[in-house]
T-cell receptor, first 111, second 113 residues
Framework: AQTVTQSQPEMSVQEAETVTLSCTYD???????LFWYKQPPSRQMILVIR??????QNATENRFSVNFQKAAKSFSLKISDSQLGDTAMYFC????????FGKGITLSVRP | DGGITQSPKYLFRKEGQNVTLSCEQN?????MYWYRQDPGQGLRLIYY???????QKGDIAEGYSVSREKKESFPLTVTSAQKNPTAFYLC????????????FGPGTRLTVT
């Protein structure tokens, strides 16, 4: 069974600065997908970024980028130029048949 | 606009009553899912369906039931057998099951007293 670990329960960052959210996972599969989802106070889950395990290039989406280290089974999310609207819970998720979520991290962006 | 709708946003029930949560999508997705979210935890899979008239149990299916009579609809019934039904319930859909990202509805907060 796959497991996803987000060891930091909370983080805080100053507006306009950069923050990195960490995520590790455990699997014996070779082909899979990884995602970061954002859940703002409205509780709507929003897909932030997607990474295919067979791609070596790290995914980027505007201010969001990932550092995917397949051998280390690590998948961190970097948010550049943090904005107040980035305040939310962020979930790392692994897809290898079914979608498995980490417990999430609460990110607060300070003005 | 394409998307997933869940209604109602807040639902209150007395203990011992069954309650059905609605989920509708107009994205033409084949696969649909139900998740439960509790404070301090990630999402846990209740049931999923890859095609019409077919569905499978997820990790925490006990006390829940589903149907998939139409491609667009995947209602979840929380039965009186569910011991701790108070939670936030999220419905999701994807093009197919296993290789595609899932898109989520706005969720339903169920409170049972």
């Amino acid at each position: 069974a796959q497991t996803v670990t987000q060891s930091q329960p909370e983080m805080s960052v100053q507006e306009a600065e950069t923050v990195t959210l960490s995520c590790t996972y455990d699997t014996s599969e070779n082909n899979y997908y990884l995602f970061w989802y954002k859940q703002p106070p409205s509780r709507q889950m929003i897909l932030v970024i997607r990474q295919e395990a067979y791609k070596q290039q790290n995914a980027t989406e505007n201010r969001f980028s990932v550092n995917f280290q397949k051998a280390a089974k690590s998948f961190s999310l970097k948010i550049s130029d943090s904005q107040l609207g980035d305040t939310a819970m962020y979930f790392c998720a692994f897809l290898g048949g079914k979608l498995t979520f980490g417990k999430g991290i609460t990110l607060s962006v300070r003005p | 606009d394409g998307g997933i709708t869940q209604s109602p946003k807040y639902l209150f029930r007395k203990e011992g009553q069954n309650v059905t949560l609605s989920c509708e999508q107009n994205l033409n997705h084949d696969a649909m899912y139900w998740y439960r979210q509790d404070p301090g935890q990630g999402l846990r899979l209740i049931y999923y369906s890859q095609i019409v008239n077919d569905f499978q149990k997820g990790d925490i299916a006990e006390g829940y039931s589903v149907s998939r009579e139409k491609k667009e609809s995947f209602p979840l019934t929380v039965t009186s057998a569910q011991k701790n039904p108070t939670a936030f319930y999220l419905c999701a859909s994807s093009i197919g099951q296993g290789t595609h990202e899932q898109y989520f509805g706005p969720g339903t907060r169920l409170t049972v007293t």
